[in-house]
């Protein structure tokens, strides 16, 4: 914490300056003091500071400047800095509940990585889908001055844009909207299908359910199409009743258990880490074991379940970490409207000890 | 979106402004065009936005800015605001881990429910335990004048606070440190404890197995003590035992499976719920049902897995929510220094299905 030992005319040090961050001895040194060392006025030492080229300001004015900066330990004000620049180093983040959602919280972990690491501070409202949070939100990232605006959804689905977005430098993830001017940055449920699929059939498994979740979505009809374009690619003809529908959940795992079990599929691809954990239980009460019996395979690659299951579970990865960097990338780069704004993220396999080779399987 | 119809003399509407969230009509109004409008100087604009009592400004001038202010739209800018109150809207949150840890990310949505509400914002930086990232953000924290600061791990746990927080308003949630002059909140972990062992006690068990964590914690320490106290409470002597370490994760609850079963136990608290999941696995495994054979109660009543399991899980709830919000009101309220800085919330009892009456047990 910067202190100005040099002078204590304002009578505030030691004081605790009510409102402030500020509790025992601090005093920042101020614009006004560098200005007062070196002669010159406040505001050609905003002018010096900020590198005004056209401002014309002596070579030795500016010198004494920097002299004086140096000698009183000045460190720029963020929000003055702010305000010259007319934009901020702040990236305004709308989420409508990743913030407190397991797994998506990586999202934001991307984000503020690479935010960070360009010189950026995420500003994180969590809305909990409440329009009036959000058009607060927006207003006040707004007045923040924020450089662009990251809009995040906790699950990959098609929103409408807050109208006061519209004109603003906005990057949807996770989420994507009827706009051809925004762009989204989202996972690819398409290929994330097929690579599930694939992690089945390259085993050997020509029996693979499907257990597809009830909830409309782009993952919905993504992976489904991906799981079918994996048939098609090994010359597999589709059989519609492996093909089953269930709540995205452990109960959902459950209910569909026992029609995976008559249906004569040796793999299964589940529609989520959660519906794989449900899979497992009921599997386990009717003795049958996987993957020497059945071979099962999840997507999401959730924390705290999927490497921890008996057996660990293999599973394609959603890549949060991805999109939520990405995003970072697309607000700051503001790419070109190229007519094609979708910007996918790969769902990498993530291989462990749920998949046997079909030779095994029943 | 605030657009200036009135003026388009410095050539900006309709411009890309680079660098800017203002992608294409945008042109603010600023405290200049109002000073112009009501015929004063800007400083006079800000000394009656800012509502300086003492500064003896004719009622007649206050109004005419009033109306200015009122004609143009005007709206204020917060970074400008923040500069002339010398302090901001801003609570900074510096974080381990907890943005992108599952659980714990509801102390972040407690914190901002809460901050939000108060009007302020939170300024998020996840430092991944960082200790350059972690002076950096305090730094750009400093900068950007918050309000105070919540200093947050996302298990509860001993920290020694960074120097640069030691002079400022800082509260440590869901940790603490070694330094009477710094307010913490954190979990009871000895109340939480000792609701576990009630959750079995109550039902009549009388051998009640407790799993601590092999990890040094507040956590171990306190839930162990919670329930010894719980057993001394109801004339219960305390059985070594019937106390095992084990790994907090499934793996762990896998481990320590056998010895529960061969301890005669009818009960068990575990250090986590995914111990509990891990041991409810062991245990169908071997043919033991949950709760008819064995009662079990986990302990954070972590989201996706407690009420998902099979039976779902009575847990003791950690509560995440409430440090955060706690949090906020600590650093909003700067309570006097009492001597004791300690701020306890409870951990409150989820009754599920993983409990039966001793009598059923076996």
Not at 26 to 44: F, P
Not at 145 to 162: A, D, F, Q, R
Not at 193 to 208: P, S
Request: with cysteine.
């Amino acid at each position: 914490m910067r202190v100005s030992a040099a002078r204590n005319d304002e009578g505030r040090d030691g004081e605790t300056v009510h409102g402030s961050v500020y509790t025992r001895h601090a005093r920042h040194v101020t614009l006004k003091d560098v200005a007062e060392l070196a002669g010159v006025s406040v505001s050609t030492v905003s002018l010096v500071m900020n590198d005004k080229k056209d401002a014309r300001i002596a070579v030795k004015t500016q010198e004494r400047v920097h002299r004086a900066i140096h000698e009183l330990q000045y460190r720029p004000n963020a929000l003055a800095q702010n305000l010259v620049t007319g934009s901020s180093k702040f990236i305004g983040l709308v989420t409508d509940s990743i913030a407190t959602t397991p797994f998506a919280g990586q999202i934001i972990h991307g984000a503020q990585d690479r935010a960070w690491k360009q010189g950026y501070v995420l500003l994180i409202v969590n809305t909990e889908g409440n329009e009036s949070i959000e058009r607060q939100a927006i207003r006040m990232f707004l007045e923040y001055k924020v450089h662009g605006i990251l809009y995040s959804t906790w699950y990959h689905h098609e929103i409408t844009l807050p109208e006061s977005l519209k004109d603003m430098n906005t990057v949807l993830v996770n989420c994507y909207a009827d706009d051809e001017n925004l762009t989204s940055v989202v996972p690819d449920e398409f290929n994330g299908g097929r690579t599930a699929a694939n992690m089945l059939l390259g085993q050997g498994h020509r029996r693979v359910a499907f257990v597809n979740t009830t909830v409309e979505s782009p993952a919905r009809a993504g992976r489904l199409a991906g799981y079918r374009h994996a048939l098609s690619e090994r010359g597999i003809e589709e059989d519609p009743s492996l093909i089953f529908a269930a709540e995205p959940t452990q109960e959902g795992g459950r209910t569909v258990a026992e029609s995976i079990c008559a249906s004569g599929a040796t793999g299964v691809c589940c529609h989520n880490d959660r519906v794989a954990m449900g899979l497992y239980d009921a599997l386990r009460n009717r003795g049958i074991s996987v993957p020497s019996d059945i071979s099962v395979v999840g997507f999401d690659d959730q924390e705290v379940i999927a490497a921890h299951m008996l057996p660990p579970l293999s599973t394609v990865a959603l890549p949060h970490y991805e999109l939520g960097a990405s995003g970072v990338d697309a607000v700051l780069s503001r790419p070109v409207n190229t007519g094609d704004h979708r910007i996918l993220i790969s769902c990498p396999a993530v291989y462990r000890a749920s998949v046997a080779m079909q030779g095994n399987a029943r």
